[in-house]
């Protein structure tokens, strides 16, 4: 039985009934482990306007779609915003100057993810675009393929949509990890597979995959095997070398860095060999009317000029991320975890999703809960509780339609996403509002509007900088993402 108390400065708490010894110990011990921030993050304050009237602090449970920039991170791009200069074929100091950064930003990238000393960093506009430039790199005989791409039904668009362009199979993922391990090896068995595409955590349900395992069985077969790190990379460090992966993508929106630049990590041979990823000035060597001399390195896969401001930042985060205690680091993240799901489950007509029945909560996931409300659509909850309680988080398919269909959600459900900048008020606002819900229904009215749930007749204001509308505009024509 639970109960949502709304304390009178509007601070949403959500308390099980029935505080016994062990409730209190485990009460006690998670809010010492996540009852404030383990880093600070820029904007971590802001106070969102509340349908009924009033403002309350925003709570960002939404880090998996994007997450907040370290304050660290944004007081060093104020450092280095004075100096941003174009790079590379500059005389110049400022040039100079932005040159030594980006290049260097390579060099703390390769060992924030372990990666050989022969890897190349290539930077990117993000995962989605390194995990295609990858799919220009497959190695070819005589024009053919060498291969095909083996990836599962669980992966996000990132890392599916690529491989379809090019020689590919695809494979059901089992009810279980173990399962899923023998059906990856059944089809590497068969032989042809060139490269194993997986992810490391699943953007949808937050369950990490045994990324060594597969690792090993890939090259036991003779194909190589790309990790779509995205999500993983925030939660939990990854070390390329130690697990044997060839290859590596991941995003610096999703590691608390602004201006979205991505990297691909990995092998030289495979990209060294394969189509420059964009036609363009740095990455030839010599450029005629009639023809080109491809440069090799990561400048064949970085034409026109680059994000020097995102490739520095994302450097910068991984420090940051890197120098965190690791124990501190996971126990903050569980604790508000196994607050948010414990929470969940005892609400009548709430359902907690995830792929595998083997799943181990307390290692084997990060910190993305995905869940769904009896009776109410998606976007209507997420509208309702960004509306009534001030708290972000993701509807939707989430660029996962393959696996929201095999996990019985076709219309979408809900993910609530966290990291180092939330605390476990967070995770009891949400489960405030999920039970004011159940209880009493929704305190506003609501209408579709270019294919969104909003509030009806919605007076709230935006800051004066920004279009005092509901951010409707320019929704994606998949609207359930």
Request: some cysteine; proline content about 5%.
């Given at each position: 039985?639970?109960?949502?108390?709304?304390?009178?400065n509007a601070t949403a708490t959500f308390e099980a009934a029935g505080s016994g010894t062990a409730q209190a110990g485990t009460t006690f011990a998670r809010r010492a482990a996540a009852g404030r921030p383990l880093a600070a993050v820029t904007g971590a304050e802001i106070q969102a306007p509340l349908i009924h009237g009033g403002h309350i602090r925003y709570a960002n449970l939404d880090y998996g779609a994007s997450a907040?920039?370290?304050?660290?991170?944004?007081?060093?791009?104020?450092?280095i915003l004075p100096f941003y200069a174009s790079v590379h074929?500059?005389?110049g100091y400022a040039s100079q100057i932005s040159t030594s950064v980006y290049e260097n930003a390579r060099n703390i990238v390769r060992e924030f993810v372990g990666g050989r000393p022969d890897d190349s960093v290539i930077f990117t506009r993000n995962t989605t675009d390194s995990l295609n430039l990858l799919a220009g790199c497959l190695p070819e005989t005589d024009g053919r393929p060498d291969g095909d791409v083996l990836y599962l039904d669980i992966e996000h668009h990132a890392n599916l949509l690529p491989w379809q362009g090019v020689p590919h199979?695809?494979?059901?993922?089992?009810?279980?990890?173990?399962?899923?391990?023998?059906?990856?090896?059944?089809?590497l068995e068969q032989g042809g597979v060139s490269l194993l595409a997986v992810t490391g955590a699943s953007n949808v349900t937050g369950e990490i995959l045994p990324i060594r395992a597969l690792a090993a069985l890939a090259h036991e077969h003779g194909a190589r095997i790309v990790v779509d790190a995205a999500q993983l990379a925030p939660h939990r460090r990854v070390n390329i070398a130690a697990d044997d992966v060839d290859y590596l993508a991941f995003s610096g929106h999703k590691l608390y860095a602004p201006f979205g630049a991505g990297v691909l990590v990995g092998r030289t041979d495979w990209l060294d060999a394969?189509?420059?990823?964009?036609?363009?000035?740095?990455?030839?060597?010599?450029?005629?009317?009639?023809?080109v001399s491809w440069a090799t390195g990561p400048a064949r896969h970085e034409g026109g000029s680059p994000n020097v401001l995102g490739a520095a930042t994302l450097a910068r985060a991984t420090q940051v991320i890197a120098g965190l205690d690791q124990e501190q680091w996971h126990a903050h993240e569980s604790a508000i975890r196994s607050f948010l799901v414990e929470g969940l489950q005892q609400i009548d007509g709430v359902t907690v999703h995830q792929i595998f029945k083997d799943t181990n909560p307390d290692t084997d996931t990060i910190?993305?809960?995905?869940?769904?409300?009896?009776?109410?659509?998606a976007g209507?909850?997420?509208?309702?509780?960004?509306?009534?309680?001030?708290?972000?988080?993701?509807?939707?398919?989430?660029?996962?339609?393959?696996l929201l269909k095999r996990l019985g959600l076709p219309s979408g459900s809900l993910r609530a996403s966290f990291g180092v900048g939330s605390r476990l008020e967070d995770a009891e606002r949400l489960l405030a509002g999920i039970a004011a819900l159940r209880t009493n229904g929704l305190g506003w009215d609501y209408v579709v509007d270019a294919g969104r749930w909003v509030p009806a007749n919605d007076t709230r204001?935006?800051?004066?900088?920004?279009?005092?509308?509901?951010?409707?505009?320019?929704?994606?024509?998949?609207i359930d993402d």
């Amino acid at each position: 039985m639970t109960t949502a108390t709304v304390s009178p400065n509007a601070t949403a708490t959500f308390e099980a009934a029935g505080s016994g010894t062990a409730q209190a110990g485990t009460t006690f011990a998670r809010r010492a482990a996540a009852g404030r921030p383990l880093a600070a993050v820029t904007g971590a304050e802001i106070q969102a306007p509340l349908i009924h009237g009033g403002h309350i602090r925003y709570a960002n449970l939404d880090y998996g779609a994007s997450a907040p920039a370290l304050s660290v991170v944004s007081a060093y791009l104020n450092e280095i915003l004075p100096f941003y200069a174009s790079v590379h074929r500059g005389a110049g100091y400022a040039s100079q100057i932005s040159t030594s950064v980006y290049e260097n930003a390579r060099n703390i990238v390769r060992e924030f993810v372990g990666g050989r000393p022969d890897d190349s960093v290539i930077f990117t506009r993000n995962t989605t675009d390194s995990l295609n430039l990858l799919a220009g790199c497959l190695p070819e005989t005589d024009g053919r393929p060498d291969g095909d791409v083996l990836y599962l039904d669980i992966e996000h668009h990132a890392n599916l949509l690529p491989w379809q362009g090019v020689p590919h199979r695809s494979i059901v993922a089992a009810d279980t990890i173990a399962g899923t391990i023998d059906a990856v090896r059944a089809e590497l068995e068969q032989g042809g597979v060139s490269l194993l595409a997986v992810t490391g955590a699943s953007n949808v349900t937050g369950e990490i995959l045994p990324i060594r395992a597969l690792a090993a069985l890939a090259h036991e077969h003779g194909a190589r095997i790309v990790v779509d790190a995205a999500q993983l990379a925030p939660h939990r460090r990854v070390n390329i070398a130690a697990d044997d992966v060839d290859y590596l993508a991941f995003s610096g929106h999703k590691l608390y860095a602004p201006f979205g630049a991505g990297v691909l990590v990995g092998r030289t041979d495979w990209l060294d060999a394969g189509t420059p990823h964009l036609a363009g000035g740095g990455a030839v060597k010599e450029a005629r009317l009639d023809g080109v001399s491809w440069a090799t390195g990561p400048a064949r896969h970085e034409g026109g000029s680059p994000n020097v401001l995102g490739a520095a930042t994302l450097a910068r985060a991984t420090q940051v991320i890197a120098g965190l205690d690791q124990e501190q680091w996971h126990a903050h993240e569980s604790a508000i975890r196994s607050f948010l799901v414990e929470g969940l489950q005892q609400i009548d007509g709430v359902t907690v999703h995830q792929i595998f029945k083997d799943t181990n909560p307390d290692t084997d996931t990060i910190g993305v809960v995905n869940f769904s409300v009896e009776g109410y659509d998606a976007g209507l909850v997420a509208a309702y509780l960004s509306a009534e309680h001030g708290v972000g988080l993701r509807d939707g398919r989430f660029c996962a339609h393959p696996l929201l269909k095999r996990l019985g959600l076709p219309s979408g459900s809900l993910r609530a996403s966290f990291g180092v900048g939330s605390r476990l008020e967070d995770a009891e606002r949400l489960l405030a509002g999920i039970a004011a819900l159940r209880t009493n229904g929704l305190g506003w009215d609501y209408v579709v509007d270019a294919g969104r749930w909003v509030p009806a007749n919605d007076t709230r204001t935006y800051p004066h900088w920004a279009p005092n509308t509901p951010g409707t505009a320019g929704a994606a024509p998949c609207i359930d993402d």
